[in-house]
């Protein structure tokens, strides 16, 4: 089993739709959660960290459901430009921590 | 502008050449890191540096050689590197490995092409 598992998508939504992503992590001793935006041919961006009790930006709501080892990010009324690759990455517990990338889930909001 | 400057931005190079590529970071961060990204496949972390000291390798053939000088800047010298390892390389920086705080922030990466 991978460490970080996402769908790959494509996830093709019209404006104004909501969407939901779900990334899966093996190690229950995970403590840090974070959802990466990543358009082509660019670096990767922080779009948010995901705590606990679950945390709101906007548009976008960030959960985590450690019982089940996931994690979710959800997108309300999307827009054009939220078109990007979504990274979930996780971090261990304890000691040194070394970011795991999943492999990202492509989104494409069509007018 | 992350705070992560990375140079070049692209860079192609024959097999038998010897290049670098160099991260500078301005956010007084600890942790350095050098990721490959291949055309639709995820992330692939090569190394990980804490002050400046070597504390990932993650399986990365000897053609690829890491150089921390400081906790501010970041080497990957390449010398004979195969067509497969063309790619986009990325550098980042965090503020530590250990607590929960370890948000990364990326460098515009270089699109190496080795023909």
């Known amino acids: 089993r991978k460490e970080v598992e996402q769908d790959p998508g494509p996830f093709n939504v019209p404006e104004g739709a909501t969407v939901a992503f779900n990334c899966t992590y093996s190690?229950?001793?995970?403590?840090?959660f974070f959802w990466y935006r990543q358009d082509c041919r660019k670096e990767p961006k922080l779009l948010m960290s995901?705590?606990?009790s679950g945390n709101e930006d906007g548009r976008f709501t960030a959960q985590l459901n450690r019982a089940s080892q996931y994690i979710s990010l959800l997108i309300r009324d999307s827009k054009l430009s939220d078109s990007a690759t979504y990274l979930c990455?996780?971090?261990?517990?304890?000691?040194?921590?070394?970011?795991?990338f999943g492999r990202g889930t492509s989104l494409i909001v069509h007018p | 502008e992350t705070g992560v400057t990375q140079t070049p931005r692209h860079l192609v190079m024959g097999m038998t050449n010897k290049k670098s590529l160099k991260c500078e970071q301005h956010?007084?961060?600890?942790?350095m890191y050098w990721y490959k990204q291949s055309a639709k496949k995820p992330l692939e972390l090569m190394f990980v540096?804490?002050?400046?000291?070597?504390?990932e390798n993650n399986s990365v053939p000897s053609r690829f050689s890491p150089e921390c000088p400081n906790s501010s800047h970041l080497f990957l010298h390449l010398h004979t590197l195969q067509p497969e390892d063309s790619a986009l390389y990325l550098c980042?920086?965090?503020?530590?490995?250990?607590?929960?705080?370890?948000?990364?922030?990326f460098g515009s990466g270089t699109q190496l092409s080795v023909l």
């Open positions: 980042a920086s965090s503020p530590t490995l250990t607590g929960g705080n370890e948000k990364l922030f």
């Open positions: 540096y804490s002050l400046e000291e070597r504390v």
């Open positions: 956010l007084g961060h600890n942790a």
């Open positions: 995901v705590y606990s």
């Open positions: 990455v996780v971090g261990a517990s304890g000691g040194s921590y070394i970011p795991t």
């Open positions: 190690n229950s001793a995970s403590q840090s």
